[in-house]
């Protein structure tokens, strides 16, 4: 082994390590920001190990790319506001995706369309640039959803289904012909990565905004299981290891979130859930709710001892976590307690919640996890609810006609009194109505759950 | 290329991961995912060899657009894990450095 080689291996070696311990270190908060930072340094070296290897010899493409990556790469790190994140991070998969499929590509292309390509390296290609090109488009119409480019109600037409599994299969088919034959006419390989661009499309478009987590989830296994996929194509150990570590992340996340919502992988990707109202489900008839003024608001929440806030997608949508910790500040000024209650699939991707609530200085042991806090909401004096629907859906646990019965949600309707922030009272997702509107001890408050809480922390500070 | 030791490589990192990430706390999902996307961008290192070596034109092109678009995210990826990270505060630190 050539020195050169070794100092490669050494380099990938020590990048692998780094990125484990990188990961590693994120489960604990604060040693995380230090394990990241080993973990870019892993990075470094890998690059640096590549830039010395063989057959390098044109600098020029390099230099070109890595400039134009680091010039559109670094505003997307350093000014994209926390709110943005979903779409972010569905953009980061289609960027990974379009590296690792390329790649294939050229792969392909280079070794004479195919003609010297053995049938485990084809397999290897063939899964590369099949996942790589349904993540591309996938992640691209989740990035649409997410960004309000496109509806984030679920787009379905007659049929839909059976267009998307024929292209699978169709695509599934080439992928076989091509291991069995890697010589085959090359219009195989490039159908085949045309037909994964498409399923992408057809296999995103139907899903709607409140499933976005297991989307998001899942998109990023796949743009990690397509990284590990070009390692074995070109016989690369650290791409393997740093594939099967982001495919290994991706799938325990959307295992995660789909539990978290009841349902299975695949309900959530064929099942268009939320297309047609549900017929059985609990209508508000007979059923009035209880509107309440800021000003009795605020009084209840001074003079609360324990108030636990119950995030969701509304409060995102409305930029409010900054009024969320004055009020909670105010709050604890008169001696109360404020926690927070994070449901698993609460926003648009997994963390969504924490993350905002971090950005807005609320220190993070005072987010607290479905399961921990459950039980304290019959401690609680109020329980908050800001934008949050169907994860505070007490069918969930006691209306077995419910679509979303059996999903974990948060007792919330177990506190003293609820206090909910709402827009107005058109139902959340899917158009299940929520008997916890209806029941004795909430109170709605309806507007902007940024002027609501304006107006709330403005009336707090006249009773303290 | 493909050899039976890559497979051992890829179960047994797949393995690895999923002891050390089944223990990350949901608090930390979102950068969980963003450092996860940072460190697949090491696909950066198959788009140089692609960039940069004696393969023909349309190669080299393919392999710049990829090297551009791992780049992004190993840029961005890593940034942005950092930024987040750098908020989550504990209560006894929070208070000290606000605005």
Not at chain 1, 181 to 191: C, Q, R
Not at chain 2, 30 to 52: D, E, Q
Request: charged residues 15%; contains cysteine.
């Amino acid at each position: 082994m050539s020195p050169r080689t070794l100092f490669i291996e050494a380099a990938y070696l020590a990048a692998s390590i780094l990125f484990i311990l990188g990961l590693r270190s994120l489960t604990i908060p604060d040693k995380a920001r230090r394990g990241m930072q080993l973990a870019a340094l892993g990075m470094l070296l890998a690059i640096v190990g590549t830039l010395v290897h063989h057959e390098v010899v044109h600098y020029g493409w390099i230099l070109a790319g890595l400039a134009l990556g680091s010039a559109i790469g670094y505003p997307l790190g350093v000014y994209v506001p926390m709110t943005a994140m979903p779409q972010r991070i569905a953009i980061s998969h289609m960027f990974g995706a379009v590296a690792a499929t390329l790649v294939g590509v050229a792969e392909y292309w280079h070794l004479g369309n195919g003609a010297e390509v053995g049938r485990g390296t084809m397999a290897a290609l063939g899964f590369e640039v099949l996942f790589g090109a349904l993540t591309i488009t996938g992640s691209f119409m989740a990035f649409g959803k997410l960004q309000e480019l496109l509806p984030s109600r679920p787009l379905t037409f007659p049929g839909q289904n059976v267009v998307s599994i024929a292209m699978f299969a169709a695509a599934l088919g080439l992928f076989c012909w091509l291991v069995y034959d890697p010589g085959a006419h090359p219009a195989a390989f490039y159908g085949m990565v045309a037909l994964g661009l498409a399923f992408g499309i057809s296999l995103v478009l139907p899903i709607g905004g409140a499933d976005m987590p297991v989307v998001i989830s899942l998109l990023n296994s796949y743009a990690g299981l397509a990284s590990s996929a070009t390692g074995f194509a070109i016989g690369n150990n650290v791409l393997i290891i740093a594939g099967a570590l982001d495919g290994a992340s991706g799938f325990i996340l959307s295992i995660i979130m789909s539990r978290a919502m009841n349902r299975s992988f695949t309900n959530v990707l064929f099942g268009a859930f939320g297309s047609a109202p549900p017929p059985s489900a609990k209508t508000a008839q007979g059923l009035t709710v209880r509107s309440i003024t800021p000003e009795d608001a605020a009084i209840q929440l001074a003079f609360a001892r324990l108030v636990i806030v119950v995030p969701g997608y509304g409060m995102a949508v409305a930029q409010a976590q900054h009024q969320v910790r004055e009020l909670a500040q105010l709050i604890e000024k008169n001696g109360g307690t404020v926690l927070y209650a994070i449901h698993p699939v609460a926003g648009r991707m997994p963390g969504h919640m924490n993350v905002l609530l971090a950005e807005a200085d609320i220190p993070y042991d005072k987010l607290k996890e479905m399961d921990e806090i459950n039980d304290e909401f019959q401690n609680a004096d109020v329980a908050l609810v800001i934008g949050a629907n169907d994860v505070v859906n007490p069918a969930a646990r006691n209306d077995r006609s419910s679509p979303i019965y059996g999903m974990p949600i948060l007792d919330v309707d177990r506190a003293k009194h609820v206090i909910v922030l709402k827009r107005s009272m058109n139902p959340g997702f899917a158009g299940i109505e929520n008997e916890l509107f209806y029941a004795e001890n909430s109170s709605m408050l309806f507007g902007d759950a940024k002027a609501s809480l304006a107006k709330l922390v403005h009336e707090v500070k006249q009773q303290s | 290329m493909l050899e039976l030791i890559q497979i051992y490589v890829f179960v047994l990192a797949g393995f690895v991961g999923f002891f050390v990430i089944t223990r990350v706390p949901a608090l930390l999902h979102t950068p969980l995912m963003s450092a996860t996307n940072a460190i697949s961008a090491i696909s950066l290192v198959g788009s140089l060899v692609m960039a940069g070596a004696e393969r023909g034109l349309l190669a080299n092109v393919l392999g710049f657009v990829a090297v551009t678009s791992a780049t992004i995210n190993v840029v961005g990826g890593f940034i942005i894990t950092d930024r987040m990270l750098k908020m989550f505060k504990r209560a006894d630190r929070a208070g000290g450095q606000k605005k």
